[in-house]
């Protein structure tokens, strides 16, 4: 497969920001420089309604969405949003009976699509605390993975930390963590040759991430 395009090395950022009923249409998406921001009027859609349609229709475009970040909102919603877009989440505050506490769900044809249910009046900064081991509980090959990749981060320091997002990108969106690795040590290898002269080969710089294949 070839998972590694331009577009995906390229990903932008989504804003959302609250409109009001002067806007043509209920939920407007526009590009502004090197991001989008999707204005939405709350008497027409709900804010997890934009942030769905925004990240919805943007890859039906080729545009990868690197996070979700709100603005003129709650601190907290905020932070919430913004960590579970990077894992691809979408989120869902709601009043339902059967989701008592927050709870990441899978569709079960296609692992990739989840959302992150929270109970109407749960407290927003514990749902951020609990999102880490509720993501896990849902996708934990993945999540092993993502773990790998911030020790590498660490590691590094910083040195390749947007090579490692966007692995970690595509491994959150094909949900197939061997062929990703596959895929990206071959790309180096290729690069391997022209680096030779310069010093230390591109694959040394994944070294923290060949530990338990």
Request: net charge negative; no cysteine.
């Amino acid at each position: 497969m070839t998972i590694l395009t331009r577009e995906r090395l390229s990903a932008v950022s989504l804003h959302l920001r609250q409109g009001d009923a002067q806007q043509a249409k209920a939920i407007m998406l526009r590009r502004d420089e090197g991001r989008f921001i999707a204005t939405y009027d709350p008497e027409r859609a709900s804010l997890d309604a934009a942030a769905v349609l925004a990240r919805t229709l943007l890859p039906s475009e080729s545009i990868i969405v690197s996070e979700v970040i709100l603005e003129g909102h709650d601190p907290d919603l905020t932070a919430l949003y913004r960590a579970a877009s990077k894992l691809l989440l979408d989120v869902e505050i709601t009043s339902g009976p059967r989701i008592t506490e927050p709870t990441v769900k899978v569709r079960s044809q296609d692992p990739t699509q989840a959302t992150y249910f929270i109970p109407e009046g749960w407290d927003l900064s514990d749902a951020l605390d609990r999102l880490p081991a509720s993501f896990a509980g849902a996708r934990p090959e993945v999540a092993r993975h993502l773990n790998r990749i911030e020790q590498a981060k660490k590691d590094s320091g910083g040195k390749i930390d947007h090579a490692l997002d966007v692995v970690g990108i595509l491994i959150l969106e094909t949900d197939d963590p061997d062929g990703v690795w596959d895929e990206v040590l071959q790309l180096l290898h290729q690069v391997e040759p022209r680096q030779a002269t310069a010093g230390t080969p591109a694959t040394a710089a994944l070294s923290p991430m060949q530990v338990d294949p």
